[in-house]
């Protein structure tokens, strides 16, 4: 049964900080990998999407990574600002998608 | 486009009453799903559907029933609502499975049993 990990359940950095979020996953037999932002009572934002070919992703200041041999994939955040603070998911799969709890992120201002 | 969407945005039931939550779809996706998100324990998958007419089980589908008539729609009902059906659900859709299976998200569905 794929399990996803990611740590820290929480972070909290100064503006203009780069910062690198956590995922790990159990079973390597995945077809991708993606990234989601989630903002207080609304729905999941899609960030990125790492297939299983692929090594890495990047959008804007947003660059995600993909190591199926060992399970991890990590979500760089550059030049953090206040409008970034949000909860961020990965998801293993699919079809049947396997989420992470997330990683409350709170960029100070 | 709109995107994915949800009806109803709130719902408050009592143990026991029935209701179905609509999902559509406008992307012309093939797979759709049903997510329920709960505090401490993340998003988990409930059923899903990967075409008209077909649907599976997921994490959790116990208490749940689903059906796929349409393409761009997907229904999630509970036949008699209980406490621990409480949660934020979610419907997303995908264009297919595998390596281009990036999931578009709906705004969710607050629901309360009481």
């Known amino acids: 049964k794929q399990e996803v990990t990611q740590i820290p359940a929480a972070l909290s950095v100064p503006e203009g900080e780069n910062l690198v979020l956590n995922c790990s996953f159990t079973?390597?037999?995945?077809?991708?990998l993606q990234w989601f932002r989630q903002d207080p009572g609304k729905g999941l934002t899609s960030l990125l999407l790492?297939?299983?070919?692929?090594r890495e992703q990047t959008s804007g200041r947003l660059n995600a990574s993909l190591d199926k041999s060992s399970g991890r994939s990590t979500l760089y955040i550059a030049a953090s600002q206040p409008g970034d603070s949000a909860t961020y998911l990965c998801?293993?799969?699919?079809?049947?998608?396997?989420f992470g709890k997330g990683t409350k992120l709170t960029v100070n201002p | 486009n709109a995107g994915v969407t949800q009806t109803p945005k709130f719902r408050v039931l009592k143990t026991g009453q029935s209701m179905t939550l609509l999902c559509a779809q406008d992307?012309?996706?093939?797979?759709m799903y049903w997510y329920r998100q709960d505090p401490g324990m993340g998003l988990r998958l409930i059923h899903y559907?990967?075409?008209?007419?077909?649907?599976a089980k997921g994490e959790v589908p116990d208490g749940y029933n689903v059906s796929r008539l349409k393409k761009q729609n997907f229904l999630l009902g509970l036949e008699s609502a209980a406490p621990s059906q409480t949660s934020v659900y979610f419907c997303?859709?995908?264009?297919?499975?595998?390596?281009?299976?990036?999931?578009?998200f709906g705004p969710g569905t607050r629901l309360t049993v009481l």
């Open positions: 997303a859709s995908s264009y297919s499975g595998r390596a281009l299976n990036e999931q578009f």
């Open positions: 079973d390597s037999a995945i077809y991708n």
């Open positions: 790492i297939q299983s070919s692929q």
């Open positions: 998801a293993v799969g699919p079809p049947k998608q396997r």
């Open positions: 992307m012309n996706h093939e797979y």
């Open positions: 559907s990967v075409g008209e007419g077909t649907t």
